[in-house]
């Protein structure tokens, strides 16, 4: 024989659990966001509503995966491609060196951003698919340095010993350096 209240007790711990539950499927939606580029919003357009203009591509120089040296003059920009990779899934590349910063800026492009890659549609981006990456240099003063770009999985801010096993690459994934030269 049951207590009396125990089926009270019993069913406002069941009714406790649902809201724990659907509290932390909520926290875990929530980090999903935490993925999304810094400074880009999703898109709100329908994907079954055609888009009439498409832009162009980046236009520049983009170097091929496994450039070691770069000469570019003061005011020009050149990428250097790097492997893809999927935000979806965490992975990410950044710069965690520029030897001398008066030299060179350094950044890291990503999809649309890299010369020559077509602006995806909605249409056309698959979830979780892959995007381009590439590191790109612009040349500030004349000088020498090395840009060190490092890949990184479920994070954005990259450092040395990051982690690397959550990612597409298989671990572990060789630091990019680039010896730039300024004329």
């Known amino acids: 024989m049951t207590r009396p209240g125990a ?3 019993r069913r406002a ?26 400074g880009e919003d999703p898109s709100t357009e329908p994907s079954d509503q055609a888009t009439t203009t498409q832009a162009a591509p980046s236009e520049g120089t983009l170097l091929p995966e496994g450039t070691a040296a770069v000469e570019v003059t003061a005011g020009e ?3 250097v491609s790097l492997p893809e990779g999927s935000l979806g899934v965490g992975d990410y590349w950044g710069v965690v060196s520029m030897g001398d910063p008066a030299i060179v800026e350094a950044d890291v492009a990503i999809g649309e951003k890299v010369f020559g890659v077509e602006p995806a549609s909605d249409s056309t981006q698959a979830p979780g698919s ?3 990456f590439a590191v790109e240099i612009h040349g500030l003063a004349a000088g020498e340095t090395t840009v060190r770009v490092l890949y990184c ?3 954005r801010e990259v450092e040395e010993d990051c982690d690397q ?3 597409t690459l ?10 730039v030269r300024v004329a």
């Open 13 to 38: 711990r069941l009714a406790r659990r649902g809201r724990v539950l659907l509290a932390a499927t909520g926290a875990v939606l929530l980090s999903g966001c935490s993925l999304l580029p810094v």
């Open 77 to 79: 920009i050149v990428q």
């Open 153 to 155: 999985t479920r994070t």
């Open 165 to 167: 096993s959550h990612g």
């Open 170 to 179: 298989e671990a572990p994934v060789e630091p990019v350096e680039i010896s």
């Open 7 to 9: 089926t009270v007790s």
């Open 130 to 132: 892959t995007q381009q």
